[in-house]
């Protein structure tokens, strides 16, 4: 019975992933894919992510592993890991489930990942002519052309808003450092 429901669930997923299309971004943010050792602490988290595309809203658990060497990172939908990711400054390997949305990118995932927590400093450097990165009142913005078409803002509660302004989706991370508390 669990295994039928466990089916359904995925079934589900599936067809709703399926359904919601991305449309063509109204412009390409840049890649950061910056060094695990730009992070300046060892970083171990467990998170859930609320992940909402127009009408659509998913909740997703994941668990976060960063230190000098690599950025670990695994994202699971009802038990099944969606994807798992591995960067260590120079390659990044990704391990997809069949039923993830080709929409899910893992270098989008990073690149989403290092805007949300690498410093500024190490953005900025990243940044190709045009963009830039902009923080004021706990709101950090990139930024083209005057536009800021991804932003990240500390919520009251202490959860954290990814806006990707540029391909239409939000995200809300809430997370639990594995060994201290409320992160």
Do not use: K
């Not at 591995?86 to 391990?95: A, C, N, P, S, Y």
């Not at 990707?164 to 594995?178: C, F, H, Q, R, T």
């Amino acid at each position: 019975m669990q295994r039928l429901i466990l089916t359904l669930l995925l079934s589900l997923l599936l067809a709703a992933c399926a359904s919601t299309r991305m449309p063509t971004p109204l412009v390409q943010l840049p890649v950061l894919q910056l060094a695990p050792s730009a992070l300046p602490q060892p970083v171990q988290l467990q998170q859930r992510l609320q992940f909402r595309f127009g009408s659509h809203e998913r909740e997703l658990d994941a668990l976060l592993e960063v230190d000098a060497e690599q950025v670990r990172l695994a994202v699971q939908a009802m038990g099944q890991t969606g994807v798992r990711i591995v960067w260590d400054g120079q390659h990044l390997e990704q391990t997809r489930a069949p039923w993830l949305p080709p929409q899910v990118r893992g270098e989008r995932v990073l690149d989403d990942l290092q805007f949300a927590l690498w410093p500024a400093a190490a953005i900025r450097a990243a940044l190709p002519d045009g963009w830039s990165l902009q923080e004021a009142d706990g709101v950090r913005s990139l930024v083209q052309g005057g536009t800021p078409w991804l932003v990240r803002e500390t919520l009251p509660d202490g959860r954290v808003r990814l806006r990707n302004l540029a391909e239409g989706y939000e995200l809300v991370i809430e997370s639990m450092d594995m060994g201290q508390g409320q992160e």
